[in-house]
């Protein structure tokens, strides 16, 4: 998960200075045509994306398509040429019944599972990511170490935090039980990971304590392009810092804090790993994604996983479209 | 031989056309310099000969080559940038070297050209040191040396001086003078600033929207405008302008009626069927001449610009326009007074409707128009 | 004392409690990991916050099984050599993206973005196809093939930020020198690049060195998995029974490294994370 955060993290970067710089393009445009220079170098550019666009067409987009064929055929793991087409039979068919994995309860479960697990995660993150970056923003001695503090759940890797916290969380031995026992705040031990109506929150604790300091990140780096003038103006005027921060702060890290909570969410939809580790393939922590895996190694199933990571694919490709949309008109119509 | 030569060159980008037919010839060893006020598409027009734009329309020849498709290394240009550009992680004589290299000099020739480039711009010292280690005027140096170290036929500038101050500027001006007469080889000079342009040009080229308004040299550009533009353009202070009425004209001279100075006679030929119409007059400031005048009459001194050599003294007219007039410091008159106009009637301009100048009448005419109109 | 500055007091005994909470908040399980893998095993069972006592046996036992070393060597090939290729084809093709301007650029950008968007499940049964149909199922060669998916359009996309920040009359300066493309790119934007770069690597790194499903599903025998299914996969005599010790022990071996290199380089980790979103 990690890795996709980190990733999630540069578009977003990366994004905001495109917009920045396709205003500056639109002040004094640079468009050539048709001299030498200019004609190698439309042919150097292509040249040099080809490695690239090769690269990605051989990793993504070909094993997207073959995806979406396994998906209609009854293919195995041990015989993936050996698939039948079946048509959408993985998805949804009738024989004396419905079959496939819209009629399968255990589907629907994942569903409702991830997106109650991104809901809550998202918004918990978002909510402490802000609280964390006014803290970062805050002028105070020893800020560096605070803030190279708050990477550390960043930079462990998702397996490794997952296993510490499986540790802390331990029904017999773990740390936090025997804290929860001395605060006197629960009278027998709990087990989290085991616990089914637990289990979902271990991992949102997980979850959340790692990537909070991604969003917080981002906001701080909102926070610090914030002009300083009309906080000036709030204090001459005397407005409480409360409300200075939901009138004035607030609206202004906005978009800054929309981006990170959308690449959070389109994080937490694919989640995978963390709950891999904490809780297996249990039922009450089941995602699309763990779905999908299971069905596709374990049980070895290729169509019908296929199916499942399809059914994934388009939520979260539905998703970004909007965003997209929504970014794109901001684009226009921001400026 | 290295001359340049523009035939009906066009540029669009998009729809809007920054460059619109200009053509021009530039001899070998010719310093030439593009003036215009801002965006009127000198660096353009500097881009299009250096090859990083495209010409729309039109031919480039280098050397009586067409070179519309040559690689700007092709054409033998070395170009220094107003930003310098310099390679921020080079030293001093890589910087110099980079070109030399790519066009695999072998290594005792690049070294012999590097050296002998920095003792031509006193760079010896410092060819070790990297660009952020130089002051301004030693970079614009650097920015120099690599141009003219591949030894190009022609040297392009694009508002090389304008990141340096004033003291500094001076003396770089200098030194690219003395540059162009030690190299010899074809410079083409794009700045706003006309000072620059009337020190260091052979013939400067006026720029205005697009098309060039005049090509000449800085004398013929001061003395003999093409058009009110150039006349506005060139000469510091600016010309006057003042609203005049032709009375007579032929191919001899004209007669004109200049308010608060009265009826003067001047040798450009103006065609009968223009009499009437309003023109300008343009004077230059050291061409007005002042004396003092009764209370009530003539015009007023609203101003006196002390500078030392020389006084401003500024007018009101009667409709308002301010004119310059340059006198000897200090000024004869004070601010407040009341002075009567005139000028040389040889040194004054005139300019139509369209703000073309009016062709002067050849002497031989005009000697012969007085002894016509003096009666009268 | 008047009330204002008690209430100011107040606050500020506030504001250094809530940094030291997000302090013990963000370190702890760390703390806590490192406290553990330094117990004996017969104290693990007795909750403390800190060692009494230093003991290293958890450490020689991970260290003393080949296949945890395997995978650390299956690690470090593999997250380093994803981390060189994704800057050699981000590179190029940043320069594209960042400094010419031809049809189809809008079109290559929406696809980056868009691939990094995918999720990693969408893509398993086609890249387990194609893996193996390149021979290079259970072998780190498959691995560094996928993680491209993920490290190949974040590269892409912070040294295009990073590409269109260099000014426009340095390249010229190049081309007036007679520089093709890839001279100018090595020869004057690359040496430039340097920060960007490692800015880039070291995220790339960090991306590959976490990775876990892929290297789950990808590989089959325990001389070819990575670090964080090795450790993963690290189990007892049953599941109620893992060895934790030795599991903390793994965690922080793995992680030091990580933790040093983020702190070390947080700056760069910053900038490179918010790359252009904050000015400078
Ligand atoms: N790439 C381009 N695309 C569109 N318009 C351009 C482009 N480059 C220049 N222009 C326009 O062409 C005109 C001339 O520009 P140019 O840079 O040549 O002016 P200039 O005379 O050098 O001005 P300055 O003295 O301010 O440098 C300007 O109106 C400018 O906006
Ligand atoms: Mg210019």
Known sequence: MATRQQAATSDVAADMTDRAFLQQQADSPRRERGTRVRRRRVRAAWLFLAPMLVVLAAVAGWPLVRTFWFSMTDASLSSLEGGQFIGLENYLVYDNGWYGIMADPMWWQSVWNTLYFTLVSVSLEAVLGVIVALVLNAHFRGRTLVRAAMLIPWAIPTVVSAKIWAWMLNDQFGIINHMLLGLGLIDAPLSWTADASLSMWAVIIVDVWKATPFVALLVLAALQMLPSDCYEAAKVDGIHPVRVFFRVTLPLIMPALLVAIIFRALDALRVFDVIYVLTSNAASTMTMSIYARQQLVEFQDVGYGSAASTLLFMIIALITVVYLYIGRRQLGGGS | MAGVKLERVNKRFGSTRVIDDVSMAIGDGEFVVFVGPSGCGKSTLLRLIAGLESITNGDLLIDEQRVNNLTPQERGIGMVFQSYALYPHMSVYQNIAFGLKLAKTDKQTVDERVRQTARILQLDGLLERLPKALSGGQRQRVAIGRAMAREPKILLFDEPLSNLDAALRVQTRNEIAGLHKRLGSTMIYVTHDQVEAMTLADRIVVLNAGHVEQIGTPQELYERPASRFVAGFIGSPRMNFIHVEARTGNDRGCRINVPGVGERDLPQQLPADAVGERLELGVRPEHLHLTPAAQGEGVEVVNVEYLGSEAYLYLQMADGELLVCRTEAPSRFERGERVTLDFDADKVHLFDGEGRALPVADAARRSDRHSEQAPT | ?280
């Open chain 3, 1 to 280: 004392m008047t009330l204002r500055t008690l209430k100011g007091i107040v606050l500020k005994i506030g504001f250094w409690l809530l940094v030291a909470v997000l302090m013990v908040y963000a370190i702890f399980p760390f703390y806590y990991a490192l406290v553990t893998s330094l117990k004996p095993s017969s104290e693990l069972f007795q909750v403390s916050y800190w060692v009494d006592s230093v003991d290293f046996s958890n450490y020689a036992t991970v260290l003393s099984q080949p296949t945890f070393l395997a995978a650390i060597r299956n690690s470090v090939i593999v997250a380093v050599s994803v981390v060189l290729i994704a800057l050699l084809l981000g590179l190029t093709a940043a320069w594209a993206l960042g400094r010419v301007r031809f049809r189809g650029r809008t079109t290559v950008m929406m696809i980056v973005l868009g691939v990094s968007m995918f999720p990693q499940v969408a893509v398993l049964s086609g890249l387990f196809e194609v893996i193996r149909t390149l021979d290079l199922y259970n072998s780190p060669g498959g691995l560094i093939l996928s993680y491209t998916i993920f490290t190949l359009p974040f590269t892409v996309w912070i040294l295009t930020t990073f590409m269109r920040q260099l000014p426009d009359e340095l390249e010229e300066a190049a081309i007036v020198d007679g520089a093709s493309p890839w001279v100018t790119l090595t020869k004057v934007f690359m040496p430039l690049l340097w920060p960007a770069m490692a800015t880039t690597g070291l995220l790339a790194f960090i991306a590959a060195w976490n990775e876990f499903l892929f290297a789950l599903t990808f590989t089959l025998t325990d001389s070819q998995r990575t670090v964080p299914v090795a450790i993963a996969l690290i189990s007892g005599g049953s599941q109620y029974e893992l060895p934790w010790g030795p599991i903390m022990a793994a965690s922080v071996i793995v992680t030091v490294p990580l933790v040093v290199l983020v702190v070390i380089f947080q700056r760069r980790i910053v900038s490179g994370l918010t790359a252009g979103a904050v000015k400078g």
